[in-house]
């Protein structure tokens, strides 16, 4: 899975290592070699490329294709790095109130006085080096090493919005109030991150920073949100009775944002998204509803066509309540297949036979606004449409890309209370871990727990073992990682993760099984099956 080291002076990626079939994650010898990859990969994309992900000392890049990673892993080897240009744009300059609950602990740690802390931290310029964590988290390394400190050996459940924080070589101000084990030493009123601003991310990857010492912060109000559009009367769409356990919009996700801290989110079950959107006519693309272990009953407001595709269950509907005194009867409709859902009936999604989530359509696709592209809900940084509520009106919009329904198409198989195999390839740090932990993952029955959700599914079962010590800088991740915590129980991160972690990654779950994973209920059991993945990535020596 290595690559073989350079033997010549060129300075060049160290190494090339598979995440999955869809990523390659490149290994550099240091954080200025990481500047000057990404640099080079913004200026001039490698045909294909879709993402890239910088960190501590890797760049993962990711493909639009199995094909198009091979060919990108294979060109990364064969760059030589330049530095990065230093663009003159000025610094951005963040106040702070430096009284944090950890800047006593830093003083003691870096062996300075809490006044030498203040001067250090304002005294020298900061580089973003790379983001993740979350939206508007920008990674800041510094022109010295003198505040280098550990994380707090057990993290806070919430630090605040705007905590001014230092952690092993960096420094990074938390954009939203979040969980973090990071040395606080101050606060700042600056937005990290603002939606309503053309450039979301108050600093971004090659930003210089400067923080400047002040008394009180000041809130810069922010800039002038427009007053929230009173429910959007719509003519056409559909209310929402009851969303079930969790009902989200979401489309196909949204690519690209990754330097920002922003994963692709998107539907789960991606084939079923499609299927929904084929049979009612619209793109691809559209976005629909994702529900959870049925519950959803909604209600048509003018004549609407619904399919309703994933896990298989009972579809109700219920005539209009100003009918019902005239004997109107009730009936079920058949799953992917399109159907009438009339004005004022009621559809109402039974708990799934088999599976876990559902996915409905409209004709015409649900408009709520795009952010950054995409009309997905991500879960873990807050990014497009809340939840749906009880009452909400979901206008329909104007999807549609034939001017015909699809035929009903035969409803494919979910998984049930047998065990369902996932395929996986080696992952990039499967050389953590001795062959024993290698065919416990396979051998092993793993159970999905409750604490699951689109972030990652977290699995009980044997533990496994790692055959290193200490900790892994955090690198690029995606979508189908298996992560191994120190207690040794996977996560298998799912479309809401962190673009980056920092435990290692057994193996990666084949993108053409993620589907599957998706309706795995809570309770399910999971057997993975090790695929043996031929790519490999070798230097060629220069003549």
Known sequence: ?????????????????????????AELDGLQDVLALQDMLYKAPLPGQVDVLAAAETVMVVGESAAATRAIGARLLELELS??????????????????????DVAELTGLSVDGVIAAHTGQIWTVAFAGFAPGFGYM???????????????RTAVPAGSVALGGQYSAVYPRRSPGGWQLIGRTGARM?????????????????????????VTSSASTLPEPEAERHAESGLRILNPGAQSLIQDLGRRGFGPLGVSAAGALDRASLRRANRLVGNGSSAAGIESVNGGLTIEAVGDQVIAVTGAPTTLAIQPPSWVESEGAAARTVAMSTPFALLDGEVLTLGAP??????????????????????????????????????????????????????????????????VTELDV????????????????????????????????????????????????????TMAGALQIPPAGLPVLFLADHPITGGYPVIGVVRDEHLDRAAQVPIGGRIRFRFVPDSTTFTNTPEK
């Open 1 to 25: 899975m290595e690559t073989v080291m350079h033997t010549t002076t060129a300075k060049r990626v160290r190494s090339v290592r598979p995440v999955g079939t869809r990523a390659v994650l």
């Open 425 to 476: 390839v080696p992952g990039p740090r499967a050389d953590w871990f001795e062959q024993e932990a290698l065919d416990s993952l396979c051998s092993q029955e793993w159970v999905v727990t409750p604490q699951s959700n689109r972030v990652g599914m977290r699995l009980d079962g044997t533990p496994l073992e790692r055959s290193r010590e200490g900790e892994l800088p955090s690198e690029g």
């Open 141 to 155: 390394v510094g022109e010295n090493e003198a505040l280098t400190v550990p994380r707090r050996p057990s993290p």
């Open 193 to 217: 991150w603002d939606l309503e601003r053309s450039q979301p991310a108050l600093v971004r990857p090659g930003d210089r920073v400067q923080y400047r010492a002040v008394r009180e912060i």
């Open 83 to 104: 530095a990065p240009e230093i663009a003159d744009s000025g610094l951005v300059v963040i106040d702070t109130v430096y009284d944090g609950d950890d800047l006593a």
């Open 353 to 418: 036979e088999s599976g876990f989530r559902n996915y409905v359509a409209i004709r015409g696709g649900v408009d709520v606004p795009e952010v950054l592209g995409s009309r997905s809900a991500d879960t873990m940084s807050g990014i497009g449409p809340a939840p749906l509520v009880i009452g909400q009106m979901l206008p329909v919009g104007e999807a549609t890309v034939s001017t015909a329904v699809g035929s009903p198409e035969l409803q494919p198989e979910f998984p049930g209370t047998g």
